[in-house]
Antibody, heavy 113, light 109 residues
Framework: QVQVVQSGGEVKKPGASVKVSCKAS????????IHWVRQAPGQGLEWVGR????????NYAQKFQGRVTLTRDTSISAAYMELSSLRSDDTAMYFC??????WGQGTLVTVSS | QAVVTQEPSLTVSPGGTVTLTCGSS?????????PYWFQQKPGQAPRTLIY???TKHSWTPARFSGSLLGGKAALTLSGAQPEDEADYYC?????????FGGGTKLTVL
């Protein structure tokens, strides 16, 4: 069956970077874009960006341009989101979703001094 | 960046029908925005209900349907069940950049 498994929670200091992984199985990894979405505590969903697993082409929300990098490793059906210059308001649950249909369980990133 | 608008909250009676809407600050929502609808319950990842405005996944309960209505995307729930109480989000594409609506808190009461 389809599974999308994300890496575990992270605690980072302001100004640091974080890299979250997302590993898919049970479907053709190259068939769907991988999207990244975040949700701050008690808030709504926010689209971060997406990557085409076939060619690595990316689109980012304007808010995150220059601070987020999406990559993928097709050999292991994995995608990665790296967010730099972390601030306290980056504290959120980060989700990946294959084709916006197969969701990971989420990764809690906490930014605190 | 475009702003996507949803009703902040709605209430429906058990067995009743309710329609949630999703509008765009740039004008009418069309099939070219590839509207998505998601359900999210507390502590859970979102679950995709509808894509491309009206297409259901295999796991989408039959009581949910999507459409384009009056320049907006719409999610209609017919025959609400207590387990449908949740937050609902729409998502629109703007030439490859996607934007979520603020979400609708649906109460079944």
């Amino acid at each position: 069956q389809v599974q999308v498994v994300q890496s575990g929670g992270e605690v980072k200091k302001p100004g640091a970077s974080v890299k979250v992984s997302c590993k898919a199985s049970g479907y053709s990894f190259s068939a769907y874009y991988i999207h990244w979405v975040r949700q701050a505590p008690g808030q709504g969903l926010e689209w971060v960006g997406r990557i085409n697993p076939n060619n690595g082409a990316t689109n980012y929300a304007q808010k995150f341009q220059g601070r987020v990098t999406l990559t993928r490793d097709t050999s292991i059906s994995a995608a990665y989101m790296e967010l730099s210059s972390l601030r306290s308001d980056d504290t959120a649950m980060y989700f990946c979703a294959g084709g916006i249909r197969h969701w990971g369980q989420g990764t809690l990133v906490t930014v605190s001094s | 960046q475009a702003v996507v608008t949803q009703e902040p909250s709605l209430t429906v009676s058990p067995g009743g029908t309710v329609t949630l809407t999703c509008g765009s600050s740039t004008g009418d929502v069309t099939s070219g925005h590839y509207p998505y609808w998601f359900q999210q319950k507390p502590g859970q990842a979102p679950r995709t209900l509808i894509y491309d405005a009206s297409t259901k996944h295999s796991w989408t309960p039959a009581r949910f349907s999507g459409s384009l209505l009056g320049g907006k995307a719409a999610l209609t729930l017919s025959g609400a069940q207590p387990e449908d109480e949740a937050d609902y989000y729409c998502l629109l594409s703007y030439s490859g950049v996607w934007v979520f609506g603020g979400g609708t808190k649906l109460t079944v009461l």
